[in-house]
Each structure stands twice: as structure tokens, then as C-alpha cells.
Nanobody, 121 residues
Framework: QVQLVESGGGLVQPGGSLRLSCAASGNIGSINAMGWYRQAPGKQRELVATITGAGTPDYADSVKGRFTVSRDNAKNTVYLQMNSLKPEDTAVYYC???????????????WGQGTQVTVSS
């Protein structure tokens, strides 16, 4: 089994910052792309940022210049540094990782349980 556990969400004022973490654990052989998605009430889940196994990031236009995605391969962890937060960033944030389990050859996507981010004064 593979588990992804997010942490770091919370309530922050507009203009503030938060750092999310997502640690993968379990029967892991290797991890390829990792990423962050979010889902606001009444809306579909959307991509926020991804990072390849080699460390190349990509961002949704709505967060470019404000959010930074990074990873620590030794810790099987992906991070999302969120600065200049806006009320429209309020959502449940989910991490996703493409994981190859030990003794297998295929990658499958795994999701975390989500962490709430609320931006409000």
C-alpha cells in the first residue's frame, strides 16, 4: 500500500503565506511526477502545480508568481509554498503522486486525503 499525507493547511489572512507538505510512504519503489490540486465548494478539482521526477515545475496561470512547488526525493515529499494568498485560493488542497510500487513496473496515481486552506480576513 501507498499513502499520501498532507499537512500545513489552515486559516490565513489575504496576502499571507502557507506551506503545504505531502509525504508519501509505504511500498514505494520510485515516484515520478508529483502535484497539487484544489477543489473549492461547488467547483471541479483543478490543477495547481506539478513537478516532474527531475524537478521541473509547472503552474496554473492563476498561481504563477505566487506559488512555488518543490520536492525532496530522499523524503518522498512534495511541498507547495503559497504566498500572496487571495480569498479565491480558498479550497481543499490535494496532492497526487505517480508511484511505482516495489517489485512492479507500472506507475499508478495516488491521492492524499486533502487539507483545507481558507483565506479570509
Amino acid at each position: 500500500q501507498v499513502q499520501l499525507v498532507e499537512s500545513g493547511g489552515g486559516l490565513v489572512q489575504p496576502g499571507g503565506s502557507l506551506r503545504l507538505s505531502c509525504a508519501a510512504s509505504g511500498n514505494i519503489g520510485s515516484i515520478n511526477a508529483m502535484g497539487w490540486y484544489r477543489q473549492a465548494p461547488g467547483k471541479q478539482r483543478e490543477l495547481v502545480a506539478t513537478i516532474t521526477g527531475a524537478g521541473t515545475p509547472d503552474y496554473a496561470d492563476s498561481v504563477k508568481g505566487r506559488f512555488t512547488v518543490s520536492r525532496d526525493n530522499a523524503k518522498n515529499t512534495v511541498y507547495l509554498q503559497m504566498n500572496s494568498l487571495k480569498p479565491e485560493d480558498t479550497a481543499v488542497y490535494y496532492c497526487k503522486a505517480a508511484v511505482r510500487r516495489l517489485y512492479t513496473s507500472l506507475y499508478n496515481d495516488y491521492w492524499g486525503q486533502g487539507t483545507q486552506v481558507t483565506v479570509s480576513s
